[in-house]
């Protein structure tokens, strides 16, 4: 299974994910979302290089001209809330995709002891199509391992993209060891090498979908 990690190369990427993390930055909810939507785009721009293209004529005011379009059927899905912004981001490229949406959420038992439970899924069917799977906080796995699995309900995919913003590197592990190795390919703009015993990622960077679009009660 590939990993590609935008933090080992430069890119504008490093400066969307210096102001993410950025405490004082964060204060601002629109550049917060923005900076999630801006690594999208840049994410979905790079998966675009990975994916078959048909070579089509289309009719100029003074000729033909050949070109070249996408030629697979791809689905994006999402994890209510925070991925939100960020599948805006891989949606305004990718505009003709289909789209998928699953709500993934914590209950706690205790105060570090928890459940994922998967309460809503929305999705076409996925026989022959390419997934791509983005929630910006990949802490533990287990939320986008659900996700997937409920995905799964409406098909099994071709080929299946996890995109997310920060990782841990548990969770990395995670992921190659619960999807499918041969046709996953894991998108991160940073991996972390821990997580607390609140399975937050350090240091990561908050809770992004309060970041987002405020603190929840």
């Not at 030629?71 to 305004?92: M, S, Y």
């Not at 099994?156 to 990782?167: E, G, M, T």
């Not at 809770?207 to 987002?212: F, N, R, S, V």
């Amino acid at each position: 299974m590939k990993v590609i990690n935008f933090a080992d190369t430069p890119s504008l990427v490093n400066q969307y994910m210096t102001e993410l993390r950025d405490v004082n930055i964060q204060k601002d909810m629109l550049r917060f979302r923005r900076n999630l939507e801006r690594i999208g785009e840049i994410m979905a721009y790079e998966i675009s290089k990975t994916i078959n293209y048909a070579t089509v004529t289309v009719d100029t005011p003074l000729a033909p001209a050949i070109c070249e379009v996408v030629d697979e059927k791809l689905v994006l899905a999402t994890i209510f809330r925070a991925g939100v912004p960020f599948h805006k981001g891989f949606l305004d490229y990718f505009d003709h995709a289909e789209n998928a949406f699953v709500s993934a959420y914590r209950k706690y038992k205790e105060k570090e002891n928890f459940d994922v439970f998967i309460e809503y899924i929305a999705s076409p069917r996925l026989e022959g199509k390419t997934l791509i799977i983005a929630d910006p906080m990949l802490a533990t796995g287990a939320s986008m391992e659900l996700s997937y699995r409920a995905l799964l309900t409406k098909g099994i995919p071709d080929k299946i993209h996890v995109a997310s913003v920060i990782a841990s590197r548990k969770a990395i592990d995670y992921v190659k060891s619960t999807f499918p190795e041969d046709k996953t390919t894991i998108w991160v703009g940073a991996i972390d090498d821990e997580i607390n015993s609140h399975s937050y990622i350090v240091p990561g960077l908050g809770d992004a979908g309060d970041l987002a679009y405020g603190i929840k009660e």
